[in-house]
């Protein structure tokens, strides 16, 4: 079984960055598939970036060249690059594991305001 815990998030103005972690309780390296996902108020939670064991990454349209996302394996650890934030960027982000089945970490709220 993998728990994962998100960090990073925190209030941010219009145009910064923040870097979002996700930590494993155990190895990554054989999980197919890692992803961030984001939920506002009302709405579903969505897909932002996905990044599989074989470092193939996926992003939704509205984070293209804004977000990065990558994977240490010898820290057990992903990531998420926001840069360009913007207030509609304003969500509680969650880590997603996929090992056979599938883990949520308990979110991190990112905001986005002046």
């Known amino acids: 079984q993998v728990q994962v815990v998100e960090s990073g998030g925190g209030l941010v103005q219009p145009g910064g960055s923040l870097r979002l972690s996700c930590s494993a309780s155990?190895?990554?390296?054989?999980?197919?598939?890692m992803g961030w996902y984001r939920q506002t108020p009302g709405k579903q939670r969505e897909l932002v970036a996905s990044?599989?064991?074989?470092?193939?990454?996926n992003y939704a349209d509205s984070v293209k060249g804004r977000f990065t996302i990558s994977r240490d394996n010898a820290k057990n650890t992903m990531y998420l690059q926001m840069n360009s934030l913007k207030p509609e960027d304003t969500a509680v982000y969650y880590c997603y594991a996929f090992d056979r089945v599938g883990y949520w970490g308990q979110g991190t709220q990112v905001t986005v305001s002046s």
């Open positions: 990044i599989t064991r074989e470092v193939i990454t």
């Open positions: 155990g190895s990554i390296s054989s999980i197919s598939f």
